[in-house]
């Protein structure tokens, strides 16, 4: 815990000195000579007596000032908050090599399956976004908060050739970004023409930022092979990690690898871990292995509770002063309910 204010701590050397005013006070009380008619008039007066009581709403009033002195230095803390604006963008491998049946049924049906599951868990008020790739990447859903909409663009993915990691980054960041001027046409193997010379001219500076730090956006990339065509993944990273955006990587598929057939012709496929694991470094995020169905739905689960919460440090300056002036309303009202009096 740190404290906006720390000098004010000091201000606790205070509460030793109200401890000795308060036995002085006591003791005084004590020495005070008090003249009754006779013995038995005494007694009656002296009764049972307050015992352990009478310091009790001394000792509450005590802690409830020491509580709001420490108020006063204002204290933050790292709390887990849930964020209020979160946009996700699945980012999903559609090369042949996705129809591999080492995770049963498929690949592809494991993925689509594992992320339809994934969507339904998060709260509504998440936007997700749903990209493409294989030869080149395509934007299947625009953001939206639409589950229906997100499990319908799942739903209707088809298998294309080639696999282009890279394109699935730059295309999604591009998507988080719409505005940021991301050349996007190597990704998604389209020429983009300027409206005009002015459009031409207008390309969107930005200022890195420290990688991680870009907590309304995250990319889930999941894929089951190795880059075959397309921008270089690790570059692509590059530049999600400059804009802040954590990239999480699911790897799908056994390491070894399989043989595939596709429209004619056959290839061995196999799962490049070391980039995979290179991109979610770069970019401050996670890799995950997937090696079954259920492997899969377990890294799904992890990313939900991971995606739409965030530790941030808070000030927690009115929980202490709330806590304080409890502490005083509980030994005032002790006070009144014992002794009839608040002092």
Partial sequence: MTF??????WSLLLLPLLVVVYLWLLRKRRRSPVRLASLAVAKAA????PGWRRHVPPLLLLLAIATLLFAMARPLAVITLPLSQRTIILAMDVSGSMRAADVQPSRLVAAQEAAKAF???????????????A?????VQAPTTSREDIIASIDRFQLQRATATGSGIILSLATIFPDAGIEISQATGQR??????????EQKEFTPVPP???????IIMLTDGARTTGPDPLEAAKMAADRGVRVYTVGIGTVAGETIGFEGWSMRVRLDEAALKQVALLTQAEYFYAGTAQDLMKVYQSLSSKLVVEKKETEVTAFFA???ALLA??????SVWWFGRVA
């Avoid at 906006?4 to 701590?9: D, M």
């Fill in 4 to 9: 906006i204010w720390p000098t004010l701590l």
């Fill in 46 to 49: 002296l009764g049972k007596g």
């Fill in 119 to 133: 969507v339904s868990d998060l709260p509504r008020e998440v936007r997700v976004g749903v990209v493409a790739f």
């Fill in 135 to 139: 030869g080149t990447a395509a934007v």
């Fill in 192 to 201: 983009n023409m300027p409206s005009s010379i002015d459009d031409k001219k």
């Fill in 212 to 218: 991680g730090s870009y907590t309304s956006a995250a």
């Fill in 322 to 324: 709330a806590a304080g």
């Fill in 329 to 334: 309303l509980l030994g005032a009202g002790l």
